[in-house]
């Protein structure tokens, strides 16, 4: 789904838009592929947000399809999403209908690691356009970190760009939901590092939540239980409401309540 197909979902009313932002080969698209694949097998969500609809089922198949498991073959990860000459992300959709029997509809967008790290060092960048986007629209922000990145060899590099991503993501985010959400949980990372990430998110708010997700089983830890307190808290995301002007008239019509006399 590209941005001129969101007519088809915010005709109604606007969607709440989580953007994911981390570097390249982060696991941003694993996250949406564990999503969907764990809310078609109904371990995702509750009776309180039942799965609705989607207009973007073909994308949401496409993104999971490199984790399911085929004859012979282990599953593998989504291949990293290329930059290419787009200028917008791609988006998928999920709607949910609650308990009042209300609906929800949710925009998930997937941007190449490539335009938020440009954009991190120059918010103007030419090509960090997609990455603008996210910003400007996003309701839920997960600020991705690479635990494998972040304990490997090359560990100095990648901490010093999530600083500079962080740095940029936090003073974007403007009072809207924000997450740390810790990638490839099952790797061990130093205390130390763990403790300048923390810091470089804490700028906004000493209590940041934070997820940790992982394909693989961490300890007796079932590797879904991540993923499923992620999704959860992205469903609680609430706009906010909108206080209308007060009128002593009796028998108004809130459509022409400004220019009562």
């Given at each position: 789904m590209g941005g001129a197909d969101l007519n088809f979902v915010s005709g109604k009313v606007k969607p709440i838009t989580v953007g994911i932002v981390g570097p390249e080969s982060?696991?941003?698209?694993?996250?949406?592929?564990?999503?969907?694949?764990?809310?078609?097998?109904?371990?995702?969500?509750?009776?309180?947000n039942l799965f609705s609809n989607s207009?973007?089922?073909?994308?949401?198949?496409?993104?999971?399809?490199?984790?399911?498991w085929k004859p012979g073959l282990p599953p593998s990860f989504p291949p990293h999403t290329p930059s290419g000459a787009a200028r917008?992300?791609?988006?998928?959709?999920?709607?949910?209908?609650?308990?009042?029997g209300s609906l929800r509809d949710f925009i998930f967008a997937d941007a190449p690691g490539e335009w938020f790290q440009?954009?991190?060092?120059?918010?103007?960048?030419?090509?960090?356009?997609?990455?603008?986007?996210i910003a400007r629209h996003a309701d839920v922000t997960l600020l991705i970190a690479d635990r494998q990145a972040l304990?490997?060899?090359?560990?100095?590099?990648?901490?010093?760009?999530?600083?500079?991503?962080?740095?940029?993501?936090?003073?974007?985010?403007?009072?809207?939901?924000?997450?740390?959400?810790?990638?490839?949980?099952?790797?061990?990372v130093a205390p130390a590092m763990e403790a300048q990430i923390r810091k470089a998110v804490a700028s906004v708010s000493s209590s940041v939540p934070e997820f940790t997700v992982s394909v693989s089983p961490r300890?007796?830890?079932?590797?879904?239980?991540?993923?499923?307190?992620?999704?959860?808290?992205?469903?609680?995301?609430?706009?906010?409401?909108?206080?209308?002007?007060?009128?002593?008239?009796?028998?108004?019509?809130?459509?022409?309540?400004?220019?009562?006399?």
């Open positions: 982060a696991g941003k698209t694993t996250i949406l592929g564990a999503f969907y694949l764990l809310l078609g097998r109904g371990a995702l969500t509750t009776d309180v207009y973007t089922l073909a994308g949401w198949e496409a993104v999971a399809t490199y984790l399911r917008s992300p791609g988006m998928l959709h999920l709607g949910f209908r609650r308990e009042d440009k954009w991190a060092i120059n918010e103007q960048a030419a090509d960090a356009e997609g990455a603008r986007w304990a490997g060899p090359k560990m100095g590099a990648a901490r010093n760009d999530f600083q500079l991503l962080a740095l940029r993501a936090v003073a974007e985010a403007r009072g809207r939901r924000l997450a740390l959400v810790w990638t490839k949980g099952d790797v061990e300890g007796e830890v079932d590797a879904a239980e991540g993923f499923r307190e992620l999704f959860g808290w992205i469903l609680c995301t609430k706009r906010a409401e909108v206080d209308l002007p007060t009128t002593e008239a009796s028998g108004h019509d809130p459509l022409f309540r400004s220019g009562r006399r």
